[in-house]
């Protein structure tokens, strides 16, 4: 079955910097959109950063010019390099595989935690 895998979170430092990792399996990794997703508490869930089949990219505005979204399709796997972090960027961090609206698939969750 389809399994995502989130890896990486932690805790860290305002100015610090984390590497997620989301490795995937049982899936056609190269033809899915892949995208990673946070919700803090009592928010709803929003779109950090996205990468497409042909890795054209997309990020959050509160997240543009500090995060850095990639994929290796040999690997099976997309990661979230995140410096520069701040308090409110604090969340579950999720990834999500899209082939359409009717097939796709998230993972588990990585929790990350900003200190000021």
């Known amino acids: 079955q389809v399994q995502l895998v989130e890896s990486g979170g932690g805790l860290v430092q305002a100015g610090g910097s984390l590497r997620l990792s989301c490795a995937a399996s049982?899936?056609?990794?190269?033809?899915?959109?892949m995208g990673w997703f946070r919700q803090a508490p009592g928010n709803q869930r929003e779109l950090v950063a996205g990468?497409?089949?042909?890795?054209?990219?997309t990020y959050a505005s509160s997240v543009k010019g500090r995060f850095t979204i990639s994929r290796d399709n040999a690997k099976n796997t997309m990661y979230l390099q995140m410096n520069s972090l701040k308090p409110e960027d604090t969340a579950v961090y999720y990834c999500?595989?899209?082939?359409?609206?009717?097939?796709?698939?998230w993972g588990q969750g990585t929790q990350v935690t900003v200190s000021s």
């Open positions: 990468i497409s089949t042909g890795s054209s990219t």
């Open positions: 999500k595989a899209t082939y359409s609206t009717r097939d796709y698939y």
């Open positions: 049982g899936l056609a990794f190269s033809n899915y959109a």
